[in-house]
């Protein structure tokens, strides 16, 4: 299944273009409703594991919508991998 792309959310509204660099690596994470902010996530490690995966498996940001790359996309509910390394919107290598 193909991650539904929507323009809800705009992580660069109303930010200064010398603050854009950094935070281009940043995923935003939003919530279903109004868009509202849930999580900055710094993205995956140099695995593409996501470091804030839960025991279980689950991903902070499965079932909400997250801005990375230029992209905004809606991340499934059972979701194990970073959405946002899978398609290629964010380097690897943090540690």
Known sequence: MSPVVHNKIDPHEHTPRKQRAAED???VICGEHDGELVAVCAGPD????????DVEGRLPCNGN???AGGW?????DDATACPA???????LGRE
Do not use: D, N, Y
């Open 46 to 53: 140099m695995h593409g594991t996501c470091p804030w995966k």
């Open 65 to 67: 919508w997250i801005a």
């Open 85 to 91: 390394a899978m398609l290629g919107l964010v380097r």
């Open 72 to 76: 905004t996309l809606k991340v499934a």
């Open 25 to 27: 690596e940043s995923i």
